[in-house]
């Protein structure tokens, strides 16, 4: 295993996306561990969510498709002593209109990345192996909806996919249990409801709001708008995230939620008002933001509420989110506001 003064080694993969740049700079702040940042920079892949924070004796980027067969030499040249496996396509909309992406990067990269961590751990001698352990971030949309207003997402509860995205997802999960049971690899996975937060791509819900609202766009909002998700701020989905890798049992899955069930129209109708306070100055014609709100045709097979029962987790390793829903979307909607440099060199119509 690789402990470069003392520090054991992990491989994240997807590490310049959302979530995984939110991790790699969580624990390059507050942790000791060498990263190895494994993304092939993808377009919502960007490596300047992560460059500011950035210490170059614990990190290094290997711009590499998960797909890839060179992932293997990877593990010999580095000896990880974990793997967080975060790369994926999650883009529902995006799913829908070209699956063949997800089907190949979701599923062909989680087996690509499981046989290249299965040839390097049974390489291993006993002492190394019993530390080495892989963990996969999945997706609360692999349960598929919720009907009954009570009901709440368990580690127990059938996946039931709706879209390619969360489909590709779960055959992933499928996979990684599968290469723990027969091949004896030390997996865990987790389970996780949507994140929010700053450095997310604009195509998803919060952050497209904000910047549209900021540009005095329409705020599109699929259907009725009541369709309700548990929201998880991206720095407490971090935090969860190494406390299962380091704490968590092999074989175990976890689900991780915010306890912030809420309707889409809902959300857009918040961020409306905490634009109202933080930023008053509109764009020119704009009376209030809430006007730039329009109804469009919904998403087909679009899932109607997803809520978890994050108590596992709770219980077990006494993980509980620090941020309500109100506290983190202030936070978002000020970093928007404040960094549009960042936002506004994307090219979002890749």
Known sequence: ???????????????????????????????????????????????????????????????????DKKVLDLFYKYQPSYVMHLAAETHVDRSIDGPATFINTNI???????????????????????NFRLLHISTDEVFGDLNNKSDLFTEETPYAPSSPYSASKASSDHLVRAWGRTYGLPIIITNCSNNYG???????????????????????????????RDWLYVEDHAKALLSVLIEGHIGQTYNIGGHNEISN????????????????????????????ITFVKDRPGHDKRYAIDASKIKDTLGWIPEESFKSGLRKTVRWYIENSNWWQKLNTTK
């Open 1 to 67: 295993m690789n402990t470069i003064n003392d520090r054991p080694t992990i491989f994240i993969t997807g590490g310049a996306g959302f979530i995984g740049s939110a991790l790699i700079r969580y624990i390059l702040n507050e942790k000791e561990f060498n990263i190895i940042n494994i993304d092939c920079l993808t377009y919502a892949g960007n490596h300047e969510s992560i460059d500011p924070f950035i210490i170059p004796e614990r990190y290094t980027h290997e711009k590499i498709d998960i797909c």
């Open 108 to 130: 062909i990269g989680t087996f690509n990345l499981l046989e290249a961590s299965r040839k390097y751990y049974e390489s291993l001698n006993s002492n190394i192996k019993k």
């Open 198 to 228: 700053p450095y997310q791509y604009p195509e998803k819900l919060i952050p497209l709001m904000i910047i549209n609202a900021l540009n005095g766009e329409s705020l599109p909002v699929y259907g009725d708008g009541y369709q309700i």
């Open 265 to 292: 129209i809902e959300v857009v109708k918040i961020i409306c008002q905490l634009l109202e306070e933080l930023r008053p100055q509109k764009p020119i014609g704009i009376n209030k933001y809430s006007d730039l």
